[in-house]
Every structure is written in C-alpha cells, then in structure tokens.
C-alpha cells in the first residue's frame, strides 16, 4: 500500500474542526504553531453555503430528511445516524445510534445553542452522592476558561443566583422576551413550583465582537449566514485563517495516529476519500477532536509494538464509560391556545426559557436530575406539520369535547385553528456511568476504506429509567394545569417510560476520561494522554461525568484550557 507523505513538520496537527477542533485551532494558531487540520467532510462556509432563507414550500419534500441530510433537507449537517460506507454495530442486545456530521464545525452548525455551564457539584458526584467518579479538576480550575468563552462567543441569558448553586452565572448578553405560549407554560409550572427562567443560548441578541444581532429568522439549525448563532466556521475558523498558520486538509478520514521508535506521536495516517489515497502528516503534537466516539475509535486503531491495544490505552480504558444524556418528550394540546389571531411571536431558533434541575436528588428515587427545554407556538409550517390531528382531544371553554380531522375544507379549517395550540417538554438528564456500557472495536467489520468500526454496548441503568417516570409525570401535570391534554398516553416500565435509546440525544460523552490515575483513565487533568506526552483529546471524551446540561459549552471551555496549556509547554520547550 502506498502511502503519500507530506514532509512539512507542523507544530500541531488536529483531527477534527467542530467545538474542539475549532477552539484548538483558535488558540494554537494564535499561539504562534503552525497547525494542520484534518476534516472527514467538506469545506463549507455558512454565508455562501447555508439554506437559511429556503422556504419549506421551495421543495416538494417540504424540508423533510434525506439520507445525507437527516436532519432535514436544510438542516446543516451533512451525514446523521447513518453514512454510507461508514458503518457501526451494536452488540447483541444493545441499541446505540451514533450521529455524525462530516462537514468543516460537523455538529456546531446544527445544534441547538443550549449553552449550560457544568456547576462545581458536577465535578465532583462522587464525593455528593458515592456515584462515578470525581473529576480531577474542579469548576474553579475550569471558571476562567468559561468565562473567556461567553465573551468570545456571546450567550444571552440571566443570572440565576444563591438559588440555583449549581448553575453558575456568566458574562450574559440579555435575553429575548418569551413568547405568549412561554409565558403560559411559566405561568403554569410556577404554580406547581418548578421554576421557569429564560435560557441560556448562544445566539447574540445585539452585535457582539463584530458579529451582527440575530434577526430572528428562527432557522439556527441551517446555519447562519450573518454568523449570529455560534458554529466553528463563523467564530472559531476564521481568526485561525486570519494567521496565515493554519492549513486544512479536506475529506480525510483519520485512520491513525503514527508513533515513533521513542513512543511519541509523530503524525496521523488518513485516507482521501476523494480519492482513496493513503496520506500521512507529520506533526509535534496531535489534538484528536473528532467527537468522542471517534477520537476513541482512531485510539483503538493506533496500534504498534509500542502501544499493542492502542494509544492511550495501556490501561485498557478507552472506550470504557460512554454516556448520553437521557432524553423523552411529551407533547400537549392546549385549548385555550386555538383560534388565537395572528400575533408576533419573533425570536431566536429555540427556547426563550427552560427550567433548569430544581429538586434536591436526595428526596428523591434516582441521583441524578434534568433540566426542561419547551417549545411550540407558530413555527413556519414544513414536512408533518400538525401531524395526527386526530389526536387533538379536549374540551373546550364550555366544557363540550373537542375532536378534529376528516376531509376537505373542515380539515383545513381545523388546522388553522390548532396552529400555535399545542407545547412540548423535552428533558435532558444526567446518566450515572456504568460498566456495562461502553464501545470497542467490531473485530469483524470495517468500513469502505478497511479501518475497523465501533462497536457500542449500552444499558440504561435503575438510575435513568426512574428519573425517566420522573419526567413523564412532571410533563403531563404542567399541561394538565394548562388546562390541556397530553397527545400520548402515560407509558410503562417495559418502554422505559419511552426513555430515548443511547446516542438519540447527540451528548455522548466519556471513553477518553482524565484522571489522576494512570491506571483507570486515559489522559490526565490536561487532556494529555499518559501514554504519549504529546498526544491530547479536545472533545467530550475526557468528561468524567455527564451532568444535567448540555455539554458544548463545557467543550468549549476545556478545549481552551487544553490548547491554553499545550502553548505553555510548547513555549517552555517540554513537548
């Protein structure tokens, strides 16, 4: 087989260009290193390339997904839960779906901008409940790096307080007023005691370091052509171009990090899929950011005499502790929200407000909480809009029963009067992790280009699957105090109470995890590899604990903090 080589030394080569990857460009660039990046997708540009301003109607699918768009056909993430030619397996009687985004930022250009800090109790769950494991660093190790991070990017949100310990405040642009279905949701969850305050999203409500204010086109996850959502290629990409340091590398699949006769790093191996080429960079350093799941599986596929189980695996932890977060939703049909005349309801794409974990765990049957994301209201109307119209049941202010659907010119009257009348609830919570949930390599299946897949092994644990009732029940009373109806029935034990599967929610976390211990995690408290000194991990693989929030902001922040003290060394002359 042969190989291409390109004789240029980089400083630094990275693997990867999303949060992580973006991040570690930004600041090594800046830095002074000249960076090498490899990206499994295309380039892509969000002003030119975004679908931002399609409307729905301008296809006959009416923005539903296709095999390469999974999210939609304007979402911006080019792949989802399969790619062709890039298989995973799941072991027998495990379910995981793996979701992936082959582009320049992958998934920062589609997600959903939920920008949560993890809170000093989150590094900390061990020594709280005797669950998991401490991290080796707390949140004041990690404070400063969050708050460069809010006012990098810019989030808009509002202090929360001595209420909410757990829920650090930041730097915050203000947040956008919520919308009239917001405020009845607040109304009626404050009633039963659940706190309801506006979110905390990476969308600017004003310009912000020379990024204009979001207009309120409501499509954030087509990408943002006036670059005012967050994504690597509107806020992290351009100021490492703007060095003149930092030289892409397109549609190359890493396949492995290459080692030298001392057992250091001396470059990544990768296939053009272009072309089907196999090329190799040579680099001083290596930052692997190519998603947890796949900075794991390039590890697992670095082997040599020097490291037989792979890089960063001589304890044998790689892959071990995969996370997600735990997820369900439960809609619910609103009656006194019919009919309502046309009104303004202007606003970010996502939440106005949400409602951040608010019980103590310890009065409870499970260790771990959630938080609460609401949507609803008159969004533009696309593929499966009102969908099971049916079941829209109620009654309405008189008390007489409510029922919809048919044919003709009642069904489109009917959905003009349910439009904006129903709300959903979506919970978003902490995994406890387990041993019997992990990934490896499928020692009989490759993909097109012969690099060995994952293999995931998933279980939810009594932990989730109580905190998933918990859900349910807190869902159905704040559409009952609506005065509304839930469009599904309660669900059981045997479905997990509808607990979504394993990777449904995109955070999956863990399988590089840091640690004090050589022994029991991969890399130390700067992401470093024990194995190979000059080897880091800037994605979610070195979390050691899931958390109640999303974690973006949390990659963002340790991503800074790793490429921070990868500068340091290099200036020290250490790696």
């Keep these: 087989m042969q190989i291409i ?3 240029t030394i980089y400083d630094v080569a990275i693997v990867g260009s999303g949060a992580g990857g973006g991040m570690a460009a930004k600041v090594l660039t800046e830095a002074g290193a000249n960076v090498v990046m490899l990206e499994a997708g295309p380039d892509w540009d969000p002003v030119k390339d975004s679908y931002m301003m399609r409307w729905d109607y301008d296809s ?13 056909e304007f979402d911006a993430a080019f792949g989802g839960w399969t790619i062709d030619g890039e298989p995973y397996t ?4 495990s379910e995981f779906f793996w979701f992936r985004s082959r582009m320049l930022g992958g998934r920062t250009n589609h997600w959903g901008r939920i920008s949560l800090r993890f809170g000093p109790d ?3 769950r061990k020594s709280v409940d005797g669950l998991g494991d401490d991290w080796p660093i707390t949140y004041d190790d990690i404070k400063p790096f969050y708050d460069q991070v809010d006012k990098l990017v810019g989030v808009f949100g509002t202090s929360l307080g001595p209420r909410f310990p757990n829920e650090p405040d930041g730097f915050f642009l203000p947040p956008p007023a919520p919308r009239c279905y917001e405020l009845l949701i607040k109304q009626a969850s404050e009633r039963l005691d659940i706190p309801c305050v506006p979110s905390r999203l990476s969308i600017l409500t004003q310009e912000h370091n020379g990024r204009r204010a979001c207009h309120y086109c409501g499509q954030c ?13 509107s806020v992290l990409i351009p100021p490492a171009r703007a060095t003149g340091r930092l030289h892409s590398i397109f549609n190359a699949m890493a396949r492995e990090i ?3 006769d001392s057992g250091l790093a001396s470059g990544v191996s990768y296939v053009d899929k272009q072309t089907s080429r196999e090329n190799h960079v040579r680099a001083r350093i290596v930052v692997i950011a190519a998603s947890a799941c796949e900075s794991a599986r390039i590890l697992l596929n670095s082997k040599s005499s020097k490291f037989p189980q792979g890089l960063g695996n ?23 929200m019919m009919d309502m005349p046309p009104h303004n309801e202007d606003g970010v794409g996502g939440m106005h407000l949400y409602m951040p974990w608010w019980i103590d765990n310890r009065k409870l049957d499970f260790p771990r909480g959630y938080h ?18 049916q079941n829209h049941r109620g009654v309405d202010a008189s008390g007489a029963p409510l029922s919809f659907g048919g044919y003709g010119a009642k069904l489109k009257d009917d959905y003009r009067r349910l439009y904006g009348a129903t709300v959903n609830f979506a919970g978003r919570g902490e995994m406890v992790p387990n041993k019997d949930t992990y990934l490896d390599l499928d020692p009989r299946v490759v993909d097109k280009w012969g690099i060995p897949v994952l293999r995931f092994h998933f279980k939810w644990s009594d932990y989730e699957i109580k905190q998933a009732k918990h859900m349910q029940d807190t869902f159905r009373a704040i559409i009952h105090e609506m005065g509304g109806t839930p469009m599904s029935s309660m669900p059981g034990p045997e479905t997990n109470y509808d607990l979504a599967a394993g990777g449904r929610i995109i955070h999956e976390l863990g399988v590089t995890r840091m640690g004090n211990d050589p022994a029991t995690s991969v890399l130390n408290k700067h992401c470093q590899a024990h194995d190979a000194r000059n080897v880091f991990v800037a994605d979610g693989g070195p979390f050691v604990s899931q958390a109640d929030k999303n974690c973006t902001w949390t990659i963002l922040a340790l991503a800074m903090r790793t490429s921070t003290y990868i500068a340091e060394q290099r200036k020290a002359g250490t790696i």
């Design 5 to 7: 080589r390109d004789r």
């Design 60 to 72: 006959p699918r009416r923005g539903a997904s296709i095999p390469t768009q999974q999210g939609g």
């Design 90 to 93: 799941s072991a027998p009687g």
């Design 122 to 124: 989150d590094f900390r």
């Design 221 to 233: 996850n087509r990408g943002c052509m006036t670059h005012s959502n967050f994504s690597s290629p």
């Design 258 to 260: 290459t080692v030298d």
């Design 314 to 336: 001589s304890s044998g932890q790689v892959g071990k502790y995969l996370t997600d977060s735990t997820g369900l939703s439960v809609t619910g049909f609103i009656p006194k």
């Design 372 to 389: 609460i994301e609401i949507s609803g209201g008159r969004r533009m109307p696309g593929s499966g809009f009102i969908g099971n119209i």
